[in-house]
């Protein structure tokens, strides 16, 4: 494509280049004609004013240009002629010269574009003119144009070489350049079909190849689609792999959901067996005692439930309300109501002088903090120290639960807000937990635009939720 557009340009340069040498060669051959012309009339002239006659073939021997000739007309017939032709031999015209001459002027007029025998083409002019002594003659002169034609052809000729030179130049490097852009698009296209062959319906995706920065073009269009293509594949890989997770989440979440709800289905379920038996039920006391156990265990699984039920709603729909909530008051009384959920354990607030109000749902603030303070209560044990604060900087506000209890285990610590995740080396005095309190909320807090967070370390833990005053 490239080399053909580059031979057509070079065709029609040539063409119009050859054109304008020729006419400007052919100006130069009608200057010297015509200076050539006038010499010969002066020459006439004056030999017929001298001796009343036409000058002989040796007198005129200096008008004649290099590869011209000229001859006089008298009363129709020609009187003198000299040709100096271009082997630089001077002599008379032929009379077939002379003829062919004649005819042409006859033909075109007096000044016309003509060959001479076989010596190629000339510019011959006439011009009639008049004697002293009345006589009326015809000068006609003539100059070659084979230097012209040899010019013009010797320059077409190497034009036409240079052109195919050229031609042929910038089609081995439009070759070349074509394969060095289309190089990289085939490394993409096969990338492309690399990935198009992973199985990409289920499980973890592999990490996929790149197209690599040494095969790229930098700013060209095959670096814009290579780059498309990385950035595509880094957005496909990073959502079929959280797609994974997703899924391996999911399938932990039902199994250990599934287990938590065993647990208390079993004990309610041994507990009616057994009082299905004839002989069972004797003794009051023991029936209320399982009529107890029953009721716990219903209440355990009903709280499961909830709390299940909270998580999917806010993973469906994270959505809370949008009000000015008095986080002083609700720290205040999630700590008193504390005191008497875990007496065991010391509890103190730490509140700053002027009441703290937020931007939030006071439901979704409670539930968490409640939360917070219920996973200190039963993670530590009794004699444990818990502070409930609240830290304000010019941005944020951050309501702090913190223990010096003993410490998560560190390798907890980056699962800590999953589901059903139980916080390793904290004592459980109170019994096993089901793990979805602290899931609660992150999930909240997500849903609120806060930020939650935890330190732990053998001296205690501490807990954050970070309020932005920017929602305020």
């Given at each position: 494509m490239i080399s053909g557009l580059l031979l057509a340009s070079v065709t029609v340069f040539g063409v119009v280049s050859v054109a304008i040498l020729r006419q400007s060669l052919v100006t130069q051959a009608e200057s010297t004609l015509y200076l050539a012309n006038d010499t010969a009339i002066g020459q006439t002239l004056t030999a017929v004013d001298a001796s009343g006659s036409v000058p002989t073939f040796d007198d005129v021997s200096l008008a004649v240009p290099s590869d011209g000739f000229f001859f006089v007309i008298q009363d129709g017939e020609v009187a003198m002629s000299a040709f100096f032709t271009r082997d630089y031999t001077y002599r008379p015209m032929t009379?077939?010269?002379?003829?062919?001459?004649?005819?042409?002027?006859?033909?075109?007029?007096?000044?016309?574009?003509?060959?001479?025998?076989?010596?190629?083409?000339?510019?011959?002019?006439?011009?009639?003119?008049?004697?002293?002594?009345?006589?009326?003659?015809?000068?006609?002169?003539?100059?070659g144009l084979t230097d012209t034609e040899t010019v013009v052809r010797t320059y077409a000729l190497w034009l036409a070489v240079v052109g195919i030179a050229i031609a042929a130049f910038a089609a081995v490097f439009g070759w070349r350049w074509t394969r060095q852009q289309l190089d990289p698009l085939e490394r993409v296209a096969e990338i492309a079909d690399e990935v198009a062959a992973t199985p990409l319906s289920s499980g973890e995706i592999a990490p996929q190849r790149r197209v690599p920065r040494d095969v790229r073009h930098l700013g060209s269009e095959t670096d814009r689609v290579a780059d498309a293509l990385n950035?595509?594949?880094?957005?496909?890989?990073?959502?079929?792999?959280?797609?994974?997770?997703a899924e391996e989440s999911?399938?932990?979440?039902?199994?250990?959901?599934?287990?938590?709800?065993?647990?208390?289905?079993?004990?309610?379920?041994?507990?009616?067996?057994?009082?299905?038996?004839?002989?069972?039920?004797?003794?009051?006391?023991?029936?209320?005692?399982?009529?107890?156990?029953?009721?716990?265990?219903?209440?355990?699984?009903?709280?499961?439930?909830?709390?299940l039920l909270l998580l999917a709603r806010l993973d469906a729909?994270?959505?809370?309300?949008?009000?000015?909530?008095?986080?002083?008051?609700?720290?205040?009384?999630?700590?008193?109501?504390?005191?008497?959920?875990?007496?065991?354990?010391?509890?103190?607030?730490?509140?700053?002088?002027?009441?703290?109000?937020?931007?939030?749902?006071?439901?979704?603030?409670?539930?968490?903090?409640?939360?917070?303070?219920?996973?200190?209560?039963?993670?530590?044990?009794?004699?444990?120290?818990?502070?409930?604060?609240?830290?304000?900087?010019?941005?944020?506000?951050?309501?702090?639960?913190?223990?010096?209890?003993?410490?998560?285990?560190?390798?907890?610590?980056?699962?800590?807000?999953?589901?059903?995740?139980?916080?390793?080396?904290?004592?459980?005095?109170?019994?096993?937990?089901v793990g979805l309190g602290l899931a609660i909320v992150q999930a909240l807090a997500t849903a609120s635009g806060y930020e939650v967070s935890v330190t732990s370390s053998s001296a205690g833990t501490r807990f954050g939720i970070r309020i932005p005053t920017s929602t305020a």
């Open positions: 009379e077939r010269e002379l003829t062919h001459v004649r005819d042409g002027m006859a033909e075109s007029g007096y000044t016309t574009m003509m060959d001479v025998a076989d010596d190629g083409g000339y510019l011959v002019t006439a011009s009639d003119v008049e004697a002293a002594d009345g006589q009326e003659l015809t000068i006609v002169s003539g100059v950035r595509l594949l880094d957005h496909v890989e990073l959502s079929l792999n959280a797609r994974h997770r999911m399938r932990r979440f039902i199994a250990e959901a599934s287990h938590e709800l065993r647990n208390p289905l079993a004990s309610i379920r041994g507990y009616a067996d057994f009082y299905a038996q004839p002989d069972a039920g004797a003794d009051p006391l023991e029936t209320q005692g399982v009529l107890q156990r029953i009721g716990s265990e219903a209440s355990r699984m009903s709280a499961l439930i909830d709390d729909d994270p959505v809370v309300a949008r009000d000015d909530v008095e986080l002083s008051m609700i720290v205040a009384e999630t700590a008193s109501d504390a005191r008497f959920a875990y007496p065991g354990h010391v509890w103190r607030i730490a509140l700053p002088d002027e009441d703290v109000t937020v931007v939030g749902d006071e439901g979704a603030i409670r539930q968490m903090l409640l939360n917070l303070v219920a996973n200190a209560g039963h993670h530590t044990p009794d004699g444990t120290s818990v502070t409930v604060s609240i830290e304000t900087t010019s941005t944020s506000v951050e309501v702090v639960v913190e223990d010096d209890g003993p410490g998560i285990d560190p390798e907890a610590l980056p699962t800590i807000f999953d589901r059903f995740t139980q916080a390793g080396s904290r004592s459980q005095t109170r019994g096993t937990t």
